[in-house]
């Protein structure tokens, strides 16, 4: 049998504190980074806390980055000025990046060809399922890139999601991500909309959102958002307003740069940017409802 690859993982955030603890649970040893030391607590004692980010790329044939956007990771891989840490610096040839961010494809093909000119190889592997489904390893993975890398970081996705996708070249994960995450704030948003319409109309929430998951209007936001994190006003599902707001930026970049007309597209990206806006991007993304009820003139 051969040995577990050791792994860098960067981010420890919402999404990548579970998915690290995961791993480290699967036998897996894993050198951490993240830019806010409090992140790191509790993780002294089961992982390695290098000094640098170089130092993390000495210690790791495969590097995981789950950093808010790919802009970041840009910077954390290669370094954001001359002279500056980064983890490229301690790779060795033949290290394999695995960036599990909601990233923009294009800069993920960027990046991907200035890796390869140092003989690192990068796929991208978003995911889907939020902060419960990280916790219990059962995350829907979409991974981009050459087929045999994806094969390589197969078994350490398998810790990490149980429905793991090849989509394709680089960038298509991410792609993928950006297309699912549209679809998803569409049928939020819509579901938010049509709940402040009834509810003005007489119609009691709870029981619109009972028949919405009767009926045909069912999705994923009124299954498993609505009454744990919106009836409830606890608005604590654990993924920022700001990171979906920024999953639709690149969704309609995605339409353009494809020459594809979005029209509903574009109205949901508006939408969202006003959100944020308007609530800032730490607030939580169910927090959408807020916005709208501001519209709506309700006062809370
Ligand atoms: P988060 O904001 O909770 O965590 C991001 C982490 O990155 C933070 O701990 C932050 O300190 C760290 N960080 C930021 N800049 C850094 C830098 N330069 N160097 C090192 N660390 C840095 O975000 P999250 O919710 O965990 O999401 C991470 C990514 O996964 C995002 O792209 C998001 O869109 C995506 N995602 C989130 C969810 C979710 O439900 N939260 C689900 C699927 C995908």
Redesign the pocket.
């Known amino acids: 049998m051969t040995a577990k690859p050791r792994i860098g993982f960067?981010?420890?955030?919402?999404?990548?504190?579970p998915m690290a603890s995961r791993l480290i649970a699967a036998g897996y040893s894993l050198a951490v980074?993240?830019?806010?030391p409090a992140?790191l607590a509790g993780f002294g004692v089961k992982a390695t806390l290098p000094a640098s980010?170089a130092e993390l790329g000495r210690l790791s044939d495969v590097v995981i980055t789950?950093?808010?956007?790919?802009q970041?990771v840009a910077?954390?891989i290669l370094g954001?000025g001359a002279g500056g840490d980064s983890v490229a610096a301690g790779l060795a040839e033949g290290a394999l990046v695995v960036d599990?961010?909601?990233?923009a494809p294009t800069g993920t093909r960027a990046l991907g060809a200035r890796l390869a000119k140092r003989g690192i190889g990068l796929i991208d592997a978003?995911?889907?399922?939020?902060?419960k489904r990280?916790a219990d390893g059962s995350?829907a993975i979409m991974a981009g890139g050459d087929a045999a890398l994806v094969e390589r970081a197969r078994p350490i996705l398998g810790a990490l999601g149980t429905r793991i996708f090849a989509t394709g070249p680089l960038g298509s994960g991410h792609a993928m991500?950006a297309l699912n995450?549209y679809v998803s704030a569409a049928g939020l948003a819509a579901a938010a909309e049509a709940l402040l319409i009834g509810k003005r109309f007489g119609l009691e929430p709870a029981t619109m959102v009972a028949i919405l998951n009767a009926s045909t209007g069912r999705n994923n936001s009124t299954e498993n958002k609505f009454t744990q994190f919106i009836l409830s006003r606890r608005f604590d599902?654990?993924?920022?307003l700001?990171?979906?707001a920024?999953?639709l930026r690149i969704a309609v970049e995605t339409a353009r740069a494809t020459a594809s007309a979005a029209p509903l597209g574009e109205a949901c990206a508006t939408l969202w940017d006003a959100a944020e806006h308007a609530l800032g991007g730490g607030a939580d993304?169910t927090e959408i409802v807020r916005y709208l009820e501001s519209l709506q003139g309700e006062k809370r």
């Open positions: 960067i981010g420890l955030g919402n999404m990548g504190r980074a993240d830019a806010e992140r980010l789950m950093l808010p956007d790919g970041i910077e954390v954001s599990m961010s909601s990233s978003p995911v889907s399922g939020g902060v990280a995350l991500k995450n599902a654990g993924f920022s700001g990171h979906m920024k999953d993304h």
